[in-house]
């Protein structure tokens, strides 16, 4: 199944940059040498996905449902806009199973 395909964006810094990492149920973000920990955030817990353009360089920010925006600074707009519709589309593929799984 494609939604089980891992994919990685980089943000443009050069020395320890930003990596956006998707999977399948889950969205990784680490920030530099990743000698800090990792943000994780389960797909089933975003509830918005916004991409903001400030003079050619792109912010995507992910809010979940406990009211957490995480910031994803300094991608390229294509990639941050290519990552945003991928995170959109395992969102709304996980949210049956969600559901179901409540009830």
Known sequence: MQTDVRRRFRSIEAVDPTTLTIDGD????THGAM????VVIPTSEIVRVK????LGI????????????TVVDLLLPADAR?????????VEAGEPAAKSAVA
């Open 51 to 54: 991409v903001r353009v400030l």
């Open 82 to 90: 290519a990552a945003a519709e991928l995170i959109e589309e395992r």
């Open 26 to 29: 889950r969205v990784v973000v």
């Open 35 to 38: 000698d800090g920990a990792a």
């Open 58 to 69: 792109a912010t995507l920010l992910l809010k979940t449902v406990h009211g957490r925006t």
